[in-house]
């Protein structure tokens, strides 16, 4: 019988839970300039997932399709239609302007969290994954054809019922162990409930073009 939720390869809901109030805290604490992690509840208020929303994904050379701030006001509501004052924004092609939103949801099968996303252009429309692909960071792209864990997949979103795209979990529980087994000090000392999504999105946020910050890895 496994200890520490398998040594933290996974979560049960309820450290998941556990896990994003954490992250959420320092995430707001250390990256206070950058758009906020928040917890969405369902309707049946018992349990939620995390949200990020309205970030900046830019394909130009110079951004190497990484996600970044849109600046300060410009977060938008769930499902809502997407309000972008250009004026407020400094990009180099705005042809090539595309926003993402980044939810973090707890799958109960695989008992580990799974990232869903969506991105559209300024006017609100969505894109179809040939065009998301082509502002995916090159390193990202060489990890979805190499890796056989990872591998990102069209499904309809657990509590908005609409289609977003998904990293899927199969390979999840596995890699994390590795992760958490190569780290000699979190081998020895065990891995805190609350700092399972900061190793996690460590990696899979590389994805999408997310990088986690400098302040938040050294807590690991």
């Known amino acids: 019988m496994g200890t520490k939720e398998e040594a933290r390869g996974t ?19 250390i990256c206070s ?6 917890w ?40 809502d239609p997407i309000d972008v004052d250009d004026a407020t924004l400094v990009h180099t092609n705005p042809c090539k302007v595309h926003y993402c939103d980044l939810h973090i949801i707890y799958c109960n099968s695989y008992r580990v969290p799974v990232l869903y996303f969506r991105a559209y252009d300024s006017d609100g429309e969505p894109l179809g994954f040939d065009e998301i692909e082509k502002d995916l960071p090159a390193y990202s792209k060489k990890a979805l054809s190499d890796s056989k864990w990872t591998f990102i997949t069209q499904e309809e979103h657990p509590y908005l019922n609409r289609p977003w795209y998904k990293l899927h979990p199969c390979g999840t529980s596995e890699w ?12 020895k000392t065990g891995v805190t409930i609350e700092l399972y999504l900061v190793a996690w999105l460590s990696v899979v ?6 990088r986690i910050p400098l302040e938040m890895m050294k807590q690991l």
């Open 11 to 29: 979560l049960s809901s309820t450290d998941f839970g556990v896990a994003a109030s954490a992250f959420i805290l320092s995430w707001n604490t």
């Open 33 to 38: 300039s950058f758009p906020p992690w928040t």
């Open 40 to 79: 969405v509840l369902s309707h049946h208020q018992v349990e939620g997932y995390l949200s990020l929303e309205n970030i900046l994904l830019s394909s130009t050379q110079e951004e190497h399709g990484e996600l970044s701030c849109p600046g300060p006001g410009k977060h938008s509501h769930q499902e």
């Open 176 to 187: 994390m162990k590795l992760l958490f087994h190569a780290d000699d000090a979190l081998a």
């Open 205 to 210: 946020g590389h994805v999408v073009g997310l």
